[in-house]
Structures are given as structure tokens and as C-alpha cells.
């Protein structure tokens, strides 16, 4: 399983580790006007860590096959290998939390002599925002191969993402983003079960297509 996961790391396209770089610009705006409130964080480190899940699958549809045929050639089953497909993006999320956490902190520390762990709930909700959109993305890449699964898949973080950015930007009051209000922690954990459900429901779908699929 390890291997499987690593190989996802090993064979990443160098601009799907260039990726969180682009976004450098408008971060930097977010962080220095959030006034020690860094739930828009969560934005980044989920948007980078779905679209570097979903960019390391990157290939035409015969070339997705041909490296689903390699690796269903190894002695491991195709449960084994799809589980390892959700695994990994847990992987990228902690990636991307590490670019964009490390960078918060030290524009924090510089602009105001002070470290500030606001927006943790943030944080841990975006992993299972990660693992939502990427359950969408995997049933549709084992079916119908990669450039219909990540039109349909990226669409909805895409339009989330950009939303959230233009809208801060243009806004000239202190960005203040929350993804759960502080006094209902009954829907933060509604959305992580919810999550987890989804996740699970779409891991034995893909499973389930993979292993029928004729390589």
C-alpha cells in the first residue's frame, strides 16, 4: 500500500508540484489582510491538494490504461490500488498544508511579531472537503478516464476557489473566513460523517468499476 501511495508522489507531473507556487500572489494578499484570522487557509491548502490529487492521474485515456494495466500487472489487487488513490490525496493535502501553513506563519510572525493557530477547525474540515471532491473525481477517472472526470470533478472547487479569491480581493475590509461558525460544531461534525460516508460509498464504486474494467 505504502508503495502504491509513493508511487503517486514519484511519478507527480513538475507542474502539479509547481501548482501551489501560482497561487502565491493572491495568498500573500489573503494573509496579510486577515488580521491573524487564517481560516482562508483552508481555501488554499484544499484547492491545492485536490488539484495535485487530480493532476497526478494526468494522461490521455490510452495512457491511463496503460498504466492501470502495469500496475494491475503487479502482485496486488485493484482494491488495493484504488484505496491507494484516496490514500494518496490525504498525502497532498499534507503537502499542500505544509507550503501554505509554513507561509501564513512566517507572513504572521513578520507582519505582527506574533504566531496565531486561528483557523485549526478550518483546516480539519478541509481535509474531508479534499476527500468529498476527489470521491466525485475517482468513480468518473475509472470510468470514463481522466479529461471527463476532472471537468466535472474540478468544476465545483474551481468556481469555490476563484469566488472566494476575486471576492477577498476586491473586498477592502479585514478577510475574515470561517468555514463553520465557532457555535455549531453540531454541522462540523455532520459534514465530516457526511464526508467520510460519501468517501467510503465512492471507494466501492470504484472499486467496483475497476474491477470489472477489461485492461
Known sequence: MKSLILKDLYTQKLFGYFFPTFLL??????????????????????????????????????LNRTEQKLISSLPVTRQKIVLAKYCAAIMWWGIALVVYGTLALLISTLNTNSIN????SDLILSIFVTLGIISIFYPLYFWLGYQIAVFIAMLIPMISFFGFTFSSIDNSEPVLVSSIPTDRPLIFFLIIIMSIFISL???LISVKIFEKKDL
Do not use: D, Q
Open 117 to 120: 493557530f486561528n483557523g485549526i
Open 25 to 62: 500572489l493572491p495568498f500573500y494578499y489573503n494573509a496579510i489582510h486577515a488580521f491573524n484570522e487564517f481560516g482562508f487557509v483552508s481555501f488554499y491548502v484544499a484547492f491545492a491538494a485536490i488539484w495535485m490529487s487530480v493532476y497526478s492521474n494526468f494522461g490521455t485515456k490510452t
Open 201 to 203: 460509498f465512492s471507494y
